[in-house]
């Protein structure tokens, strides 16, 4: 049974940082692209950031692109989002999720080409 588990959310201040953890086990986790998505109550989850299963490629959301960094090391089944510069709207819920399809040649932004989602970690940006 896959699973991930993210870890990392918290409080910070605007202009602080935050760094994102999902760890996932369970599945052949570098055969798989990565994604986060994040969530606002009474909004729908929205795409972040996606890293190719080599981590070769990534994308990025416009509204954190510069800000973000995806990365993820196969060697500990993990893959992490580096946040800084970080605003009040980049407060939400941020999940981590891995792609339904094995080695995908181009990544997908699609929340529905993500069949494992870990439980989310609450980020919260104070102004």
């Known amino acids: 049974q896959v699973q991930l588990v993210e870890s990392g959310g918290g409080l910070v201040q605007a202009g602080g940082s935050l760094r994102l953890s999902c760890a996932a086990s369970g599945h052949t986790f570098s055969s798989y692209a990565m994604g986060w998505f994040r969530q606002v109550p009474g909004k729908e989850r929205e795409f972040v950031a996606v890293i190719s299963w080599s981590g070769s490629n990534t994308y990025y959301a416009d509204s954190v692109k510069g800000r973000f960094t995806i990365s993820r090391d196969n060697a500990k089944n993990t893959v992490y989002l580096q946040m800084n510069s970080l605003k009040p709207e980049d407060t939400a819920v941020y999940y981590c999720?891995?792609?339904?399809?094995?080695?995908?040649?181009?990544?997908?932004?699609?929340?529905?080409?993500?069949?494992?989602w870990g439980q989310g970690t609450q980020v919260t940006v104070s102004s």
């Open positions: 999720a891995a792609d339904r399809r094995l080695f995908r040649v181009v990544v997908t932004t699609t929340p529905g080409e993500y069949n494992y």
